[in-house]
């Protein structure tokens, strides 16, 4: 399909395609190349883009709700404010890309790269996040409730002020990572490793740990929820 004067389809080569409010719901742009196009308010719910090359696209407030991302190359991508919601992106690139305020609620992110990027007041409540690379992320504000980050690397990442109420963060590395003042209480804790981690004013009623998570030196954690059942 043609819009916009550029034609629409798998492999297309879109690169620096202005497609800003394009209508482009269902469209198939499995490994499309799609490298510096502007997408900003362009609505791709349900489209499929696998294996596409999306680096330093511009897709703010794009709308990618239910949208097919695995292995979606999305290197310095800016999804300000886009709307993800439901969409897989199961192992994709996306360092160093931009995707404050973004809606990611119940997106699979699952060992997805994510090093470097910007998640300021993000939202990924529900989110799988599966042995996702954060590493040197910045998520101050960011809202990850409910989200299942087992094995996820969190490594350098600033996760001031963020909200990780009830996540399951089982095996989930924190080491060097700033956590003040966030909100990790009912948070399954369990062989987590927050070694010379930031943890002042973080917030832990209710969390579950045992011996095998480790904690910064001097750190006394409140008493572990004791929960039977591992989930």
């Known amino acids: 399909m043609e819009i916009k004067g550029y034609e629409i389809g798998a492999g297309a080569d879109l690169a ?19 490298g510096g196009a502007v997408l900003s308010g362009s609505d791709l719910s349900d489209a499929r883009m696998v294996s596409a090359s999306l680096r330093h696209a511009i897709c703010r407030r794009a709308i990618l ?34 995707l404050v305020s973004a809606d990611l609620r119940s997106a699979d992110l699952g060992g997805a790269w994510l090093t470097g990027a910007d998640l300021t007041g993000a939202l990924l409540g529900g989110a799988t996040l599966a042995g996702t690379t954060f590493s040197r992320c910045l998520a101050q504000e960011a809202d990850l409730t409910g989200c299942f980050a087992m094995g996820a ?44 981690a ?34």
């Open 153 to 196: 690397d969190f490594r350098g990442a600033i996760l001031n002020g963020a909200v990780l109420r009830a996540a399951n963060l089982s095996g989930a590395v924190f080491r060097g990572a700033a956590l003040i003042g966030a909100d990790l209480s009912s948070a399954d804790l369990v062989g987590a490793d927050f070694s010379d």
């Open 198 to 231: 930031q943890l002042e004013a973080v917030r832990l009623d209710g969390a579950r740990h045992d011996e095998t998570t480790s904690w910064p030196p001097g750190f006394q954690p409140p008493t572990s929820s004791g929960l039977d059942a591992h989930e």
């Open 65 to 98: 709700a239910d949208a097919d991302l695995r292995l979606a190359n999305l290197w310095h991508a800016d999804l300000t404010e886009a709307r993800l919601g439901g969409a897989t992106m199961s192992r994709c690139w996306l360092t160093s890309a931009r």
């Open 16 to 34: 620096g395609a202005n497609l800003t409010d394009a209508d482009l719901r269902a469209a198939d742009l499995g490994g499309a190349w799609l």
